[in-house]
């Protein structure tokens, strides 16, 4: 939909695009100071100007920085490390802890000797070793005060030494100039000691390390002694309480008659063993002879040769057993010649049947002998049985007595442990208290020496930090103000001329009818969204005719002025304005221009063109090239460079784009985003949208109120017609003007502002 409405029917717009004329001379350069940039060459004109008021500052502060650090008694400082590495010989250690490894010392291990090395003990050993506290540097009683600090003491800026202890003033003045830290990543503690004498700094420096060892080999001989004293008491205690336990165990063994024999073992549990072994003993011995016997029998029965070894072994039967042999050869040697019915022969076999006869009666002894022996051993397995079941019965009756002589033992051998181990210990710890040097956790690694160079004050430092700091205030405040001068606002005269030069186009207004207006409430407009915009280029002007009419301006200057004030009254009501009508484009962009001015005295106003071709609004700008809206749809120009100044007042301006740019870029939906985006950062926004017939209706009554700027020669039914169909369309509120502007109305609200 195009906002054509206002034609009548006309197949074209009242008023054509105003085009550029050529002028007869080349615009008006635009300097730095009227463009609002910062004009450096003015700046260093200022500040060459008054160069005397930098350089005598200046040169008195060097000076007067010169002589006080000249006048300062200086400082010499001296420094000594330590290295905290835990030295405690390996053989020193308890003997629980010999075969153990010592953690390495953390950061907060190493913080905590510097902690100690800053101890206030320490420090009063130091200033007594060193006798600090007779010396004036550290008491400043002792040279007496100086007037000044007097007087800075009575009024309390200052601090009364008085007010102060002896040891209190010279432990103030010893932690002054006293500092230790440890250096990072590391286990080295350095111990820096300022003075006016460098060799008692280095002395003092030196003194602190030592004591800090000295104090740490103290606190560990104090802590073995402690440990042996209290040891020597848990000693005799434990002595007494294990001479009890011992004493309980002895009674009771004795009463209940559970004595202690070999391997401290008890009588009746010594005695079931032996008799156990032996009953053991006797059943393999009956055993045994049972089974030698059992075989001869069998080997008799059988009529096999006795080969058993209890046979073989009696005497009797070898002395058989040779006979034997003997007649057995006798027998065969005579059987070679003589018959078996030979007297010989039948004497020979009548000896032998004889010999085995023997061999079997002695082999029937031995079997009885052996069956004897195992009657025996089965009569003393009889007899030990009865015996181990004797005991066993005496053991079961005394058993609950053993528990309780095995519990009584138990305390009593836990309390000799413990006073075993407290013995140990305590002798370690006597021998580590009567140690004349014991080891401490660090080592002196670098001893402080004498400086000849002063650690304060620092001459070339100060001296130069005050010189330049002098000149640098000096600068700054000398820039500042010229600053301040530049951006000042111009007198009243020079805006006048100036603005008749530069915004002065060739607008010929017929005149116009009595305004009609219609009501002008609004309902309040949402907030929108952000987006970019870019700038314009400079059209050129014709110069002002000096015989171009006037109309009588008192009536739309007060008019024009009741609606800046009426807008800005209603706040969100008027947030987005939009400038329109049927007059020209150029009093259309006056119109927008001016009521802009007024508005912006209280509120912060951004004109937005999109007509693009006003040199009014060109002429306006404070840099007529720069990019606008058309470039910011392209994405040729960012946000921040498509917002110019107004050049007589803080009016914002955004052009449509530069010069020969596609209108259609207007019809994109970017530009709703950059409208809200300029929503968000002004108070108000007014669209120079002039007869509006290629613009998109959404953009321009979307939560808008509209001004319209008719022709002078419109009927009031015509413009009352007009304000319906807009309100129609969409506007929130519509406000008819009497007539446009002139150019002269824009200039003369442009000097009221910058007046202003």
């Not at 329109?580 to 150029?586: F, I, Q, Y």
Request: proline share 5%; aromatic share 4%; glycine share 4%.
């Amino acid at each position: 939909m195009r906002l054509a409405f206002w034609r009548a029917g006309k197949d074209k717009p009242v008023v054509q695009r105003a085009m550029a004329r050529p002028v007869s001379s080349a615009p008006k350069t635009v300097t730095a100071s009227d463009s609002g940039d910062l004009d450096l060459h003015a700046l260093g004109q200022a500040l060459m100007r008054r160069r005397t008021w930098i350089i005598v500052p200046t040169v008195l502060a060097l000076v007067l920085s010169l002589a006080a650090v000249n006048m300062i008694t200086p400082r010499y400082k001296s420094e000594a490390r330590i290295l905290v590495d835990g030295r405690e010989n390996v053989f020193l250690r308890p003997n629980g802890e010999r075969n153990e490894e010592r953690s390495a010392l953390d950061a907060e291990a190493v913080t905590s000797q510097v902690q100690l090395v800053q101890s206030r003990d320490l420090a009063r050993e130091i200033i007594k070793k060193n006798k600090l506290a007779e010396r004036p540097e550290f008491d400043p009683v002792l040279q007496g005060l100086s007037p000044l600090k007097s007087l800075l003491a009575l009024v309390g800026i200052g601090r009364d030494p008085f007010s102060l202890t002896p040891e209190e003033r010279v432990l103030e003045a010893y932690y002054e100039r006293f500092t230790a830290y440890a250096v990072d990543k590391s286990r080295v503690i350095v111990v820096e000691f300022q003075s006016r004498d460098p060799e008692l700094a280095a002395r003092v420096a030196n003194s602190i390390a030592e004591g800090y060892l000295v104090l740490q080999q103290d606190a560990r001989q104090q802590q073995a002694k402690s440990a042996s004293q209290w040891l020597s008491g848990e000693i005799e205690h434990l002595r007494k309480r294990v001479a009890e336990a011992e004493s309980r165990v002895e009674d009771f063994r004795s009463k209940s008659s559970l004595f202690v024999g070999t391997n401290n073992t008890t009588l009746s549990n010594q005695q079931m063993g032996e008799i156990n072994t032996q009953l053991n003993n006797a059943r393999a011995l009956k055993s045994d002879a049972e089974s030698k016997a059992r075989l001869i029998k069998e080997m008799l029965q059988s009529g096999k040769p006795i080969e058993a070894s209890e046979v073989l072994n009696s005497e009797l039967v070898r002395r058989l057993s040779e006979q034997r042999v003997t007649l057995r050869a006798q027998l065969a040697e005579q059987s070679s010649t003589l018959l078996g019915g030979h007297p010989r022969i039948k004497e020979l076999k009548a000896q032998l049947a004889d010999l085995d006869r023997q061999l079997r009666e002695e082999a029937g002894k031995v079997s009885r002998s052996l069956e004897n022996d195992a009657r025996i051993a089965g009569g003393r397995v009889e007899g030990l049985t009865a015996s181990l079941d004797q005991l066993k019965k005496q053991a079961s009756s005394t058993n609950g007595q053993d528990v309780q002589l095995r519990a009584l033992e138990r305390e009593a051998k836990a309390q000799r442990d413990l006073l075993e181990s407290y013995l140990a210990k305590y002798r370690e710890a006597n021998t580590r208290e009567n140690i004349e040097a014991a080891p401490a956790d660090g080592r002196i690694i670098s001893r402080a020496t004498v400086s000849n160079t002063p650690a304060y004050p620092k001459k070339l430092p100060i001296v130069l930090i005050a010189t330049l700091a002098t000149l640098l205030l000096t600068s700054g405040a000398i820039a500042t103000g010229e600053l301040l001068r530049m951006t000042a606002p111009r007198a009243l005269g020079a805006a006048s001329s100036e603005v008749m030069r530069e915004i002065a186009p060739e607008i010929v207004l017929a005149s116009a009818p009595e305004p009609v207006r219609p009501p002008a409430n609004a309902p309040e407009l949402p907030v929108a969204n952000l987006a970019e915009a870019d700038h314009v280029s400079e059209p050129t002007l014709n110069e002002p005719h000096a015989d171009a009419p006037r109309m009588d301006a008192a009536a739309g200057d007060s008019e024009i002025e009741q609606l800046a004030d009426e807008l800005v009254g209603v706040a969100a009501a008027a947030r987005k304005v939009a400038v329109l009508g049927t007059a020209s484009s150029e009093s259309i962009t006056l119109t927008a221009l001016t009521l802009a001015r007024l508005m912006a005295q209280q509120a912060k106003i951004v004109v937005v063109d999109l007509v693009a071709s006003s040199p009014t609004m060109t002429a306006a700008s404070v840099d007529p090239v720069a990019p606008g809206l058309a470039e910011l749809m392209q994405g040729e120009a960012s946000f921040a460079q498509i917002i110019t100044k107004d050049r007589l007042s803080r009016v914002h301006l955004v052009s449509a784009g530069r010069p020969g740019f596609d209108r259609a870029q207007l019809q994109s939906p970017r530009l709703t985003l950059a409208i809200d985006a300029l929503l968000r950062v002004y108070d108000h926004v007014l669209l120079d949208a002039g007869t509006a017939s290629d613009l998109p209706a959404e953009l321009l009554t979307s939560q808008a109120r509209a001004v319209v700027v008719p022709e002078a020669s419109m009927a009031q039914d015509a413009r009352a017609l007009m304000c319906d169909q807009l309100k129609a369309v969409g506007f929130l509120e519509v406000t008819m003007l009497s007539k446009p502007c002139e150019s002269s109305d824009a200039v003369e609200a442009g000097l009221r502002v910058v007046a202003a």
